[in-house]
């Protein structure tokens, strides 16, 4: 126990806690915008519920991980298409093509439905048909996904089981306090929940990214990294994508307050 209790430790905690909270953002949003297809009776618990189930997955993961980390870096086959597609494809490779994938996928059919609805204030249970059973799997899957990068990210700080599980265990409990919160936000500026989705769809991309590095990484040969007609797959940086994700936001923000002087505008000139 005294080992445990180290400066060494306490600091790779608080750096822990840091990363999960910034690498925790997409994971929210996913959280926040997913439990609304659930019926609105039931969308508290099933936040509540799938976060529980998967922060305890999560350390679940990050034990198998640990144990199976050289196994699981070693690539299944090498992709040997000259010209098309080579690359080397792992465990990793294939986590964060299925997540991207999914995420796109998700985003792209919501948005679509946004486009397609008649009546906005329509009840989220009648928008998708999706019973709070079926929502908590997919927030526990999805989350999975997510930690999977996160889990990486942190081993590449320690090594230490039970640092990694008490920063997992305090970043499950602050997306517990948040959930609610962000997702009243959501429900109350509708005009967000797009936004949210188009941040989703950027996310899936970086997933993708990730996908094409993994197996490299993991053995430290470039020759593994992916690529499609002789261009390498390289992954978006966090700088990058956290800076995208600050302008979609200003954009947003921006604009609905202009719309809104542009429409006072107009209803004191009809007045006149």
């Given at each position: 126990m005294t080992d445990l209790l180290?400066?060494?430790?306490?600091?790779?905690?608080?750096?822990?806690?840091?990363l999960q909270a910034v690498l925790g953002f997409d994971n929210l949003l996913y959280i926040s915008?997913?439990?609304?297809?659930?019926?609105?009776?039931?969308?508290?618990?099933?936040?509540?519920?799938?976060?529980?189930?998967?922060?305890?997955l999560r350390i679940v993961l990050l034990f198998v991980i640990i144990r199976l980390l050289d196994a699981m870096?070693?690539?299944?086959?090498?992709?040997?298409?000259?010209?098309?597609?080579?690359?080397?494809?792992?465990f990793a490779t294939l986590v964060f093509i299925i997540g991207g994938v999914?995420?796109?996928?998700?985003?792209?059919?919501?948005i679509g439905h946004m486009l397609t609805i008649e009546h906005l204030d329509t009840d989220v249970e009648a928008k998708s048909g999706k019973s709070a059973a079926q929502v908590v799997m997919l927030i526990v899957m999805m989350n999975l996904i997510f930690s999977f990068d996160s889990v990486l990210s942190a081993l590449a700080?320690?090594?230490?089981?039970?640092?990694?599980?008490?920063?997992?265990?305090?970043?499950?409990i602050a997306m517990l306090v948040l959930a609610d919160s962000v997702?009243?936000?959501?429900?109350?500026?509708r005009m967000y929940e797009v936004l949210g989705l188009f941040i989703l769809l950027i996310v899936g991309i970086v997933l993708l990214g990730?996908?094409?590095?993994?197996?490299?990484?993991?053995?430290?040969?470039?020759?593994?990294?992916?690529?499609?007609?002789?261009?390498?797959?390289?992954?978006?940086?966090?700088?990058?994508?956290?800076?995208?994700?600050v302008v979609l936001v200003?954009?947003?923000v921006i604009q609905s307050g202009y719309t809104r002087k542009l429409n006072a505008e107009r209803r004191t000139g009809a007045r006149h």
């Open positions: 180290t400066l060494e430790n306490l600091g790779n905690l608080l750096v822990l806690c840091f915008i997913e439990s609304q297809r659930a019926p609105v009776a039931q969308q508290a618990a099933v936040r509540r519920w799938g976060i529980i189930i998967a922060v305890a870096s070693e690539p299944f086959f090498v992709l040997n298409w000259e010209g098309v597609l080579t690359g080397g494809v792992n999914f995420i796109m996928y998700t985003a792209v059919k919501e700080i320690t090594d230490v089981f039970v640092v990694l599980a008490i920063a997992i265990i305090l970043s499950g997702t009243r936000f959501l429900e109350a500026n990730e996908a094409g590095q993994a197996a490299a990484h993991a053995m430290h040969d470039p020759d593994l990294a992916l690529r499609f007609f002789g261009y390498e797959v390289i992954p978006m940086s966090k700088t990058t994508f956290y800076f995208s994700v200003a954009v947003e």
